[in-house]
């Protein structure tokens, strides 16, 4: 989940939050940067909202994701990654 990898990648901050630009999102994940491809992250996001996983914050119009991991995720990725 690039979410993870993004978290990972900051090194796992202990508040979870992740600032995700749909625009960079497309992009690293070789998907072309149409409406359609926006409004699929977008859902993907409120899916894992959904299922209590992240909690999520939009700004600019809807184009950047503050992503928050929820406790449970961020404990079982540590305990996959004891190295971060």
């Known amino acids: ?4 990898v993004r978290w990972l990648d900051l090194g796992s901050p202990d508040d979870g939050r992740v600032t995700l630009p749909l625009g ?8 072309p940067g149409h ?5 699929d992250l977008m859902s993907a996001l ?3 909202e959904e299922a209590g996983d992240v ?3 939009w700004t600019h119009g809807r184009g950047v994701a503050v992503v928050t991991l929820s406790d449970r ?3 079982d990725v540590r ?5 971060r």
Do not use: I, K
């Open 1 to 4: 989940m690039l979410v993870v």
């Open 24 to 31: 960079e999102a497309a992009q690293e994940l070789g998907l």
């Open 35 to 39: 409406r359609r491809v926006m409004l």
């Open 46 to 48: 409120g899916e894992l």
């Open 55 to 57: 909690t999520v914050e």
């Open 73 to 75: 995720l961020r404990r």
């Open 79 to 83: 305990m996959l990654s004891p190295e």
